[in-house]
């Protein structure tokens, strides 16, 4: 195996033997124990790990804006003219905004690769003989690897067999048409793009399936080499984001040139000393910036990214996040997630009657209604063989590895009496066609049985697919007669009128063994018969469908079923009592001018192409709609990707459906979106009370002392003291709504705009009432103050104080915008904002009543009952706000305001006229 290292041969230009013996390895591939010791010599098969910033890099990088070097100009100036306490606290705030941001960064960081971990795709191999799932990285050189169609390469292969492979490799040639492959060696100067007989890591399966043998891993590969031009950085900036920091940099302009202008009035207007005036206008300019805004709502989205992969959505793509809270429709496939994905074989048809089979899911435990006549044995005995998945018992449960039809039909044959393995021994695959769209069926060909001359060829596939290739049935005596389509088109119709998926099987004798098996041998099939498989739906998808309709979201089923079969579930799911169904044939013969209103019409779409999916997510968007895209295979990808929000499923799904979505679902489960769909909208809202809150609390501080100054007014605050209740605010009170819980009836509103404004009309009232609000209680106090005879330090600690207990009532009201915060919850709070509530009160007694702060701050203690008027203050600033919200939601005056709706029936979800 060194020496073969040590080679480096073209493995493109030797054939499979060679490759196989100078890898030391077969075509059943490694042992264990041998994987172990390769792993061991090579590696782990991972890309190496891009150089992350020095922390210290990092932490600097959040002091390089124009407000933070203002600031950090203004403290130098502070210390070089001697007031060591006013510098101290301008660097005490610039340090801990940059803390927030670091830590938020580091945050991020993890979160990334938290998420890259449950990403991880694995590979199908052959160990000790048999076929296992093993994580892609722990790939070794000599490991023989099974490909189909959606996967992933997950390292450089030489292919063993291939039949009708494809593979997109565009990502490292360039060439968009899917490269045709082989088994047969090429020229050993052969180009990249012309190995036909090698698989490169990171490309795509876009067709057919094989075996290859692992010659390269990690940094070895091809893809390796150029792993810095597949690995682009992903932007983390969603709309709302980008937003934000415009607003903020403007707004950051702003107050520097009104700093500027107010400095020039203190001094010249006023008399101020210039750097007094100095302090008081960056200090001013601290309080009015909300330079943590973004931090903080950086931090509310990545709680929100958690909080989704607690609940099975995993978040790929952080504009998710955002256009979660705003999906209309969701088009959802049937299969898998709707629904169970466990088929059960349930009916039996053959040429002589039915036969109904008990039990579900893949466990064998069920029986057959009656014994099988010689017909429904053959019938048994196709669906055993033409099959490529296996069936084994895991911690008690029943698992298939392939496709859940193909297992179902092997719990059948295990139901029946069947020993699988010991009658796919006695009769061994020869030769297959892979099932492909595009031929709808699947073909293998057999060793005769015992005694028996010649091969067998056995067909399963779409039912009518396969009667178009039957010239003859087989009798409940096993002999043969003429095909009778009317029996069979009404028994299929019967089963998938009952929500029941549909397979068709045939076979037939062939004298000789075909050198290569191909289309031209699949023809004049003798018809065995037809099974009826179910997809129980989800109980909780169903439950799950209920809580859109409440909340102004259509559900959509797209699905390649039978349009009866799609009806049923939809009916079942209660998508629409009578649902209206268009098929893929529909579609085509409908107008782009037309298709809008038609597809919001149907709610379910069946026997559906990629085209077709594609057309509907399209013609929805037309219509204003946000939509959610779930997809699972290789044909869902397109409209993954054309979709707001496209989601793949983790479980069963292809590689190619999670590379073009935003959000991977870890359970395959339609409820996890709707799941989805709740914390993007607690995400949402929770982004909008920190702005809420933000806003008008920054403006009530810079309105008290621009009001000061415009009127020659006393100051109610100095510079430190104005400092002091940016920092103290800003790591408690402006953290804790990031973490706040969604409120009650969050899934009974209307989705929102996607294109609403940051600062709506209700939040632009509320920052200046808010900002009235406060500079009245500010100034309000301070003449309580000097009224009781107080000197003006002692009236400067009561402004501050008041103003920390009006931000913390304040606090408590924008914890709910969309209902009363006078209840049991909205008044007990959360234990962040407790914790933060308890933080700020315990700093505040500090700053009034500890001799060093009292020092540091020019602070005086407070008399009780001067404190208990504090509080009153703020209860009366809640009392106000909250009669403002219960008077503007009765007038009906912000549609923002408005209470969640009451549920809407299934009737009412699907008519016309709601415009979800």
């Given at each position: 195996?060194?020496?073969?290292?040590?080679r480096?041969p073209a493995w493109?230009?030797?054939d499979e033997?060679?490759?196989l013996k100078?890898?030391?390895s077969?075509a059943q591939?490694l042992?264990?124990?041998?994987a172990k010791a390769r792993?061991?010599h090579?590696g782990?098969?991972l890309?190496?790990?891009?150089?992350?910033?020095?922390?210290?890099?990092?932490l600097?990088?959040?002091f390089n804006?124009?407000l933070i070097?203002?600031?950090?100009?203004?403290a130098?100036?502070a210390l070089?003219m001697?007031h060591?306490?006013?510098?101290?606290?301008?660097?005490?705030?610039?340090?801990?905004?940059?803390m927030v941001g670091?830590?938020?960064?580091?945050?991020?960081?993890r979160?990334l690769a938290?998420?890259?971990?449950?990403l991880a795709?694995?590979a199908r191999?052959?160990r000790?003989?048999?076929r296992?799932?093993?994580?892609v990285a722990?790939?070794?050189?000599?490991d023989?690897?099974?490909?189909e169609?959606?996967d992933?390469v997950p390292a450089?292969?030489?292919?063993l067999?291939?039949?009708g492979?494809?593979i997109?490799e565009?990502?490292?040639?360039?060439?968009?048409v899917?490269?045709?492959?082989?088994e047969?060696?090429v020229?050993a100067n052969?180009?990249l793009?012309d190995?036909s007989s090698?698989?490169?890591?990171g490309?795509?399966v876009a067709a057919?399936q094989?075996?290859?043998v692992?010659v390269?891993?990690?940094?070895?590969?091809e893809?390796g080499r150029?792993?810095g031009l597949l690995?682009?950085?992903?932007?983390?900036t969603?709309?709302?984001?980008r937003k934000i920091?415009?607003f903020?940099?403007?707004?950051?302009?702003?107050?520097i040139?009104g700093?500027a202008?107010?400095l020039?009035?203190?001094i010249?207007?006023?008399?101020?000393d210039?750097?007094d005036?100095?302090?008081?206008?960056?200090a001013?300019?601290?309080g009015?910036v909300p330079e943590?805004l973004?931090a903080v709502i950086?931090?509310t989205?990545?709680?929100g990214?958690?909080?989704?992969a607690g609940?099975n959505a995993?978040?790929?793509?952080?504009?998710?996040v955002?256009?979660l809270?705003?999906t209309?429709?969701i088009?959802?496939?049937?299969t898998?997630?709707?629904?169970?994905?466990e088929?059960?074989?349930?009916?039996l048809v053959?040429?002589d009657?039915e036969i109904?089979?008990s039990?579900?899911?893949?466990s064998p435990?069920g029986v057959?209604?009656?014994?099988p006549?010689?017909a429904?044995?053959a019938?048994i005995?196709?669906?055993?063989?033409?099959?490529?998945?296996?069936?084994?018992?895991?911690?008690?449960?029943?698992?298939v590895?392939?496709?859940?039809?193909?297992g179902?039909?092997l719990?059948?044959?295990?139901?029946?009496?069947?020993?699988?393995?010991?009658?796919r021994?006695?009769?061994p695959?020869?030769?297959?066609i892979p099932f492909d769209?595009?031929?709808r069926?699947?073909?293998?060909l057999?060793r005769?049985?015992?005694?028996?001359?010649?091969?067998v060829?056995h067909?399963?596939g779409?039912?009518?697919?396969?009667?178009?290739?039957?010239?003859?049935q087989l009798g409940s005596?096993?002999?043969?007669a003429?095909l009778d389509?009317?029996?069979w088109?009404?028994a299929i119709?019967?089963?998938?009128s009952?929500g029941?998926r549909?397979?068709?099987?045939?076979?037939v004798?062939?004298?000789?063994?075909p050198a290569?098996?191909?289309f031209e041998?699949v023809?004049e099939?003798v018809?065995s018969?037809v099974?009826?498989f179910?997809?129980?739906?989800r109980?909780?998808?169903?439950?799950?469908?209920?809580?859109?309709?409440?909340?102004g979201i259509s559900?959509?089923m797209?699905?390649g079923?039978?349009a009866?079969?799609?009806?049923?579930?939809?009916?079942?799911?209660?998508?629409?009592?009578?649902p209206?169904v268009?098929?893929?044939?529909d579609l085509?013969?409908i107008?782009?001018?037309?298709?809008p209103?038609s597809?919001?019409?149907a709610?379910?779409f069946a026997?559906t192409s990629p085209e077709?999916?594609?057309?509907?997510?399209?013609a929805?968007?037309?219509q204003g709609?946000v939509?959610a895209?779930t997809?699972d295979g290789v044909?869902d990808a397109?409209?993954?990707?054309?979709a707001?929000?496209g989601?793949?499923m983790?479980?069963k799904?292809?590689?190619?459906?999670k590379?073009?979505?935003e959000?991977?679902?870890?359970?395959?489960n339609?409820?996890s979106?709707?799941?989805?769909?709740?914390?993007g909208r607690?995400?949402?809202d929770n982004?909008?009370?920190v702005?809420a809150?933000t806003?008008?609390?920054?403006?009530g501080?810079a309105l008290?002392?621009?009001?000061a100054?415009?009127m020659g007014?006393?100051?109610p605050?100095?510079?430190?003291?104005?400092?002091?209740?940016?920092m103290?605010?800003?790591i408690?009170?402006?953290?804790?709504?990031a973490?706040?819980?969604?409120?009650?009836?969050v899934?009974?509103?209307p989705?929102r705009a996607?294109?609403a404004?940051?600062?709506?009309?209700f939040?632009?009232?509320?920052i200046?009432?808010?900002?009235?609000?406060?500079a009245?209680?500010?100034f309000?106090?301070?003449a309580?103050?000097?009224a009781?005879?107080f000197?003006?330090?002692?009236a400067?600690?009561?402004?501050v104080n008041?103003?920390c207990?009006?931000?913390?009532?304040?606090?408590?009201?924008?914890?709910?915008?969309?209902?009363?915060?006078?209840?049991?919850g909205?008044l007990r709070?959360t234990?962040a904002v407790l914790?933060?509530?308890?933080?700020?009160?315990?700093?505040?007694?500090a700053f009034?009543?500890?001799?060093?702060?009292q020092?540091?701050?020019?602070t005086?203690a407070?008399?009780?009952?001067?404190g208990l008027?504090i509080?009153a203050i703020?209860?009366a600033?809640?009392?106000i706000?909250?009669?403002e919200?219960s008077?503007?939601?009765?007038?009906?005056?912000?549609d923002e305001?408005?209470a969640?709706r009451?549920?809407?029936t299934s009737?009412?979800a699907s008519?016309?006229?709601n415009?979800?």
């Open positions: 195996m060194d020496a073969a290292k040590k480096s493109h230009a030797l033997q060679s490759v100078t890898l030391e077969t591939g042992t264990s124990d041998e792993q061991a090579y782990r098969n890309l190496p790990t891009p150089p992350r910033r020095h922390p210290l890099l990092r600097l990088s959040h804006n124009a070097l203002f600031l950090l100009a203004a130098v100036l070089a001697g060591f306490v006013d510098a101290a606290v301008i660097a005490a705030v610039v340090v801990v905004n940059a670091f830590i938020q960064e580091g945050r991020a960081e979160s938290a998420l890259r971990a449950m795709p694995h191999v052959m000790d003989g048999h296992l799932q093993i994580d722990d790939l070794v050189p000599g023989v690897v099974l490909l169609a959606g992933r450089d292969l030489r292919l067999r291939v039949r492979m494809l997109d565009a990502a490292l040639t360039g060439e968009s899917a490269a045709e492959k082989l047969a060696a020229t052969a180009a793009g190995r090698m698989a490169y890591s490309t795509l057919g094989g075996s290859a692992v390269a891993t990690g940094a070895a590969t893809i150029i792993s690995a682009a950085v992903e932007t983390m969603t709309p709302l984001l920091n415009q903020g940099r403007r707004f950051t302009v702003l107050a040139l700093s202008l107010l020039g009035f203190a010249l207007v006023r008399g101020y210039w750097l005036a100095l302090m008081i206008t960056v001013l300019a601290v009015v943590s973004p950086t931090i989205l990545a709680i990214v958690q909080r989704m609940r995993i978040v790929r793509r952080l504009p998710a955002e256009t809270g705003a209309t429709v088009c959802s496939d049937k898998g997630t709707l629904t169970r994905n088929m059960t074989a349930v009916r053959s040429a009657g109904t089979v039990g579900s899911g893949y435990d057959l209604s009656e014994p006549s010689p429904a044995s019938l005995d196709s669906g055993l063989y033409c099959n490529d998945a296996e069936l084994a018992q895991q911690d008690g449960n029943w698992r590895d392939g496709d859940p039809m193909e179902a039909l719990a059948l044959a295990m139901k029946a009496g069947r020993d699988v393995t010991a009658q021994l006695a009769q695959r020869l030769d297959e769209a595009q031929h069926f699947m073909a293998t057999h005769a049985g015992p005694g028996e001359e010649g091969v060829l067909v399963k779409a039912p009518e697919r396969i009667l178009a290739m039957c010239t003859r005596d096993g002999s043969l003429p389509e009317a029996y088109n009404a119709a019967r089963a998938a009952a029941e549909v397979l068709g099987f045939a076979s004798r062939l004298a000789d063994h290569h098996l191909g041998h023809s099939l018809l018969g099974i009826g179910i997809d129980p739906p109980a909780e998808a169903t439950a799950a469908v209920a809580d859109c309709r409440s909340a559900v959509k797209i699905t079923d039978h009866a079969t799609a009806s049923a579930i939809a009916h079942q799911l209660g998508i629409a009592k009578a209206e268009l098929t893929g044939h085509d013969t107008s782009d001018a037309d298709l209103a597809v919001q019409r709610s379910v026997r077709h999916k594609l057309r509907v997510v399209g929805l968007q037309s709609a939509v895209m997809g044909n397109p409209a993954l990707k054309r707001d929000v989601v793949a983790g479980d799904g292809t590689e190619a459906a590379e073009a979505a959000m991977v679902l870890a359970d395959d339609f409820a979106i709707v799941a989805a769909v709740h914390e607690t995400v949402y982004i909008r009370k702005v809150w806003l008008p609390t920054n403006g501080e008290t002392i621009i009001a100054l415009l007014l006393t100051l605050m100095t510079a430190p003291q104005i400092l002091w209740i940016n103290v605010l800003t408690t009170l402006g953290l804790v709504l973490f706040e819980p969604a409120e009650p009836g899934m009974r509103r989705p996607p294109h404004p940051l600062i709506s009309p939040m632009l009232w509320r200046v009432l808010v900002s009235v609000l406060f009245i209680g500010a309000g106090i301070y309580w103050a000097i009781r005879g000197d003006v330090a002692t400067r600690t009561m402004v008041v103003l207990v009006m931000e913390i009532f304040y606090l408590f009201s924008v914890r709910y915008l969309h209902m009363s915060s006078f209840s049991m909205g709070g234990p914790w933060a509530v308890g933080g700020v009160i315990i700093a505040q007694l009034t009543y500890a001799p060093w702060m020092r540091l701050f020019d005086r407070v008399p009780l009952t001067d008027v509080v703020g209860v600033v809640l009392l706000l909250e009669i919200k008077v503007l939601r009765r007038l009906d005056f912000f305001l408005r969640a009451p549920e809407t009737d009412e008519s016309p006229q415009p979800s």
